[in-house]
T-cell receptor, first 114, second 115 residues
């Protein structure tokens, strides 16, 4: 079946540094990928839609300069949290649609900023 | 605007009891998909089911069953003979069949199955 691989699964970084999260579609091509953020005991909130070869589309209230998205190929999208702060600590999860109306999600990245 | 409501924030039942998780959705579109996902403590999202708006047939898969009723805009999920391993957060979600591929999640229901 369609698989989306997300790395790293956990990362701890110091405040002020940047962190890159990768999302790869392993057995299908994804022109569009989606990035979600989930705070503890809350739902998944869509942050942005990543489009291969073009700029990402950000949801209202999401800072595009803080959450840099790059979708340089049909199988890879990256989310970089720049100048991370403790309030950016969250669970980040990506997804892509292999077609047929369904979605495949990565296993998520738990980011802790200290 | 589209919306998914899971009114039950948290449910606790004793093992072997049946439990139903409610999901009500709102959309003006006539073509859409509905989903249920399970999120265990490890965090990954486990796909359970996808239903399109043309197919109102109920579905059973082992101990899981789903009741889709367009008349009430509901897509409820029942676990029969619950087990401790069913403990997780369950999300209902909606996606429109248009060029905007966004999937909209409900707030989730945290299910505790007590031994």
């Amino acid at each position: 079946g369609a698989v989306v691989s997300q790395h790293p699964s956990r990362v701890i970084c110091k405040s002020g540094t940047s962190v890159k999260i990768e999302c790869r579609s392993l057995d299908f091509q994804a022109t569009t990928m989606f990035w979600y953020r989930q705070f503890p005991k809350q739902s998944l909130m869509l942050m942005a839609t990543s489009n291969e070869g073009s700029k990402a589309t950000y949801e209202q209230g999401v800072e595009k300069d803080k959450f840099l998205i790059n979708h340089a190929s049909l199988t890879l999208s990256t989310l970089t949290v720049t100048s991370a702060h403790p309030e950016d600590s969250s669970f980040y999860i990506c997804s892509a649609s292999p077609g047929g109306g369904g979605y495949t999600f990565g296993s998520g990245t738990r980011l802790t900023v200290v | 605007a589209q919306k998914v409501t899971q009114a039950q924030t948290e449910i606790s039942v004793v093992e072997k009891e049946d439990v139903t998780l409610d999901c009500v959705y709102e959309t003006r579109d006539t073509t859409y998909y509905l989903f249920w996902y399970k999120q265990p403590p490890s965090g990954e999202l486990v796909f359970l089911i996808r239903r399109n708006s043309f197919d109102e047939q109920n579905e059973i898969s082992g101990r899981y069953s789903w009741n889709f009723q367009k008349s009430t805009s509901s897509f409820n999920f029942t676990i029969t003979a619950s087990q401790v391993v069913d403990s997780a957060v369950y999300f209902c979600a909606l996606r429109l069949m248009n060029r905007d591929d966004k999937i909209i999640f409900g707030k989730g229901t945290r299910l505790h199955i007590l031994p």
